[in-house]
């Protein structure tokens, strides 16, 4: 399996069709809109669209004096931080396809169409996944941490569950 030298001067990654993607630490606004769109994506393992139907729902619902219902939907929210890490894999690597730039593209230019093929290509190389998850999530404010986090109190809530309550006598 192969690795990606994030130390290395200059990062380069080989695409399944040999195609080589040298690694900008710079992107135009139209990437970085893009970027944030893929962020949420890779953090929550829905689409940007679907996260925002999921608030606008929860909204409605609290006002029309459905606290509960309206709750459930944000904590649900919540919960997929740390569930479903499976669904993330195509968003972390059309966040890093963003900053891999092909010797005959235009860094300048940018399609989501062309972005999705050359995560495709990423897909196929044969580099760890885990590599493309940390550049990912490195990427996104605090995301690590929150999913430690996430987790930790996940295995709390378990633990408490678990053990038997104490008889008082």
């Known amino acids: 399996m192969k690795r990606i030298d994030f130390t290395a001067k200059e990062v380069k990654i080989t695409g399944k069709s040999g195609k080589e993607y040298k690694f900008s630490k710079l992107i135009t606004a139209e990437r970085y809109r893009a970027l944030q769109k893929y962020e949420i994506e890779t953090s929550f393992g829905i689409s940007f669209e679907d996260f925002y139907k999921k608030l606008e729902t929860s909204i409605k619902l609290a006002n029309d004096g459905k606290g509960v219902e309206a709750w459930n939907i944000i904590m649900n929210l919540k919960e997929s931080i740390k569930d479903r890490l499976e669904d993330r894999a195509m968003p972390a690597l059309k966040m890093l396809s963003l900053f891999l730039i092909a010797e005959d593209e ?40 929150t999913l430690h986090a996430s987790s930790r109190n996940s295995l709390k809530e378990k633990e408490t569950k678990a053990k038997p309550k104490k008889k008082s006598i």
Do not use: H, R, W
Not at 108 to 122: G, S, V, W
């Open 106 to 145: 235009n860094d300048e230019d940018f399609t989501e169409k062309e972005n999705d093929e050359k995560a495709q290509d990423l897909l196929k190389s044969g580099y760890a996944m885990s590599d493309f998850f940390q550049f990912a999530f490195n990427l996104i404010p605090s995301f690590v941490e």
